[in-house]
Every structure is written in structure tokens, then in C-alpha cells.
């Protein structure tokens, strides 16, 4: 069974890069897509971006200027960057894994438990 | 402002049948299947109704789904006080090449 965990600082100044990594245990990263969905307190999803195992990316395109998302299957982790932070992107951040059917539709499943990331000087 | 449209709260005495609606354009909804992830107080979210109206193994089959053109309904049957959580609806937008979330249901149990 597939699990993921996020790791990184949980606080980072304004201005700054924040980084995050997601660990993949249990099953292969190949054949997936891997992204990163967030969620201010008390508020809904925000999905921010996705890649392939071969590193294809798609990205939010409110946030796409600022995000990077990066994945090494070789350590079965991927990896989140967003840059110039404000106390905006002040959030719990899940990593997911995309998963599929035959027909190529996708979901997220499974969900890391999530990280609280928090902006402030 | 979220580009799917959720109540943002629905509720039901135990036992009961609760609806969620999910409205969306057909940039999403209409073009692409739906999802719906179950978050409860605390906890990611999970999903619980996949490609429309499929249940990954482990969701009970009171959780049930549909969709119809530009808008999909979650429908909950017999509900028990565990189901208490935020239900969320996602689908890709080929306009946006992304996805879009709803704004979430609050679903409580009186």
C-alpha cells in the first residue's frame, strides 16, 4: 500500500523559496503522476500542481510563476518549490499521488497527511 | 471564489439520505469525470467516489454519485454520525489545464 509523507520547514520568511519533499513508500513511482494540493485554514483545496514520473508538469495557473515541481524516482521522492512566498501561501500542504483506469480517468489517491506551512517573519 | 460550485452546508438526521451538488461549466464537469474526496475534522482528504460514480474499495456503498452534463450530486444514504466531514468535488479544466476543486460541503449529523 502506498504511502506518502511531506517534509520541510514549517516556517519560512516572506520573500523566500519554501521547499517541500514528498516520500513514496510501498509501491513505484513509474506509470503515476505526483502533485501537490494545499489548503488554508478553515478554507477549501487549492490543487498546485502536478508531474509525471518521466517529468511532464502541469501547474496552477495562479501560481504557476512562482512553482516548481520536481520528481526523483530513483530516491522515490518529488519535490515542491514556491518562490517570492507571502503570508498568502500560508497553508497545510498534501502531496498525492494521481491515480487512473482504463479509461485514463484520474484521481488523487493516496493523500500524504499534510504539513502546516507557515509565512511569517 | 472556487470554479465549482458546492453548498456550503448540507445535513441530515441519522439514517437519512443527503444530497451534495456540484456545479461546474463545460470546461470541466462537462468534459471531464468528477471526484469527490470525504476530509475528516483533522485528516487529508480521501477519496471516496472516483470516475463519476465509482467507489474505491473500502467505501461503503451508501456513497453513491452521478453526474449530468455540467453539474454531479454526491448522494449519502443512511448516514451515521462518522460521516460528519467536508466533501469536496474536483474535476480537471481543459480551459485552465488544471484541476478545480468545489468549495467544499460541510455535512452534519443531527
Known amino acids: 500500500q502506498v504511502q506518502l509523507q511531506e517534509s520541510g520547514p514549517g516556517l519560512v520568511k516572506p520573500s523566500e523559496t519554501m521547499s517541500l519533499t514528498c516520500s513514496v513508500s510501498?509501491?513505484?513511482?513509474?506509470?503515476?503522476?505526483w502533485g501537490w494540493v494545499r489548503q488554508p485554514a478553515g478554507q477549501g483545496l487549492e490543487w498546485i500542481g502536478r508531474?509525471?514520473?518521466?517529468?511532464?508538469?502541469y501547474y496552477n495557473p495562479s501560481l504557476k510563476s512562482r512553482v516548481t515541481v520536481s520528481v526523483d524516482t530513483s530516491k522515490s521522492q518529488f519535490s515542491l518549490k514556491l518562490s517570492s512566498v507571502t503570508a498568502a501561501d500560508t497553508a497545510i500542504y498534501f502531496c498525492?499521488?494521481?491515480?487512473?483506469?482504463?479509461?485514463?480517468?484520474?484521481?488523487?489517491?493516496?493523500w500524504g497527511q499534510g504539513t502546516l506551512v507557515t509565512v511569517s517573519s | 471564489q472556487s470554479v465549482l460550485t458546492q453548498p456550503p452546508s448540507a445535513s441530515g438526521t441519522p439514517g437519512q439520505r443527503v444530497t451534495i451538488s456540484c456545479s461546474g461549466s463545460s470546461s470541466n464537469i462537462g468534459s471531464n469525470s468528477v471526484n469527490w474526496y470525504q476530509q475528516l475534522p483533522g485528516m487529508a482528504p480521501k477519496v471516496v467516489i472516483h470516475?463519476?460514480?465509482q467507489r474505491p474499495s473500502g467505501v461503503p456503498d451508501r456513497f453513491s454519485a452521478s453526474k449530468s452534463g455540467t453539474s454531479a450530486s454526491l448522494a449519502i444514504s443512511g448516514i451515521q454520525s462518522d460521516d460528519e466531514a467536508d466533501f469536496y468535488c474536483s474535476s480537471w479544466d481543459i480551459s485552465l489545464n488544471g484541476w478545480v476543486f468545489g468549495g467544499g460541503t460541510k455535512l452534519t449529523v443531527l
Open positions: 508531474i509525471s514520473s518521466s517529468g511532464t508538469t
Open positions: 510501498g509501491g513505484s513511482m513509474n506509470g503515476y503522476f
Open positions: 498525492v499521488r494521481g491515480d487512473y483506469d482504463v479509461g485514463g480517468r484520474n484521481w488523487f489517491d493516496p
Open positions: 470516475s463519476n460514480n
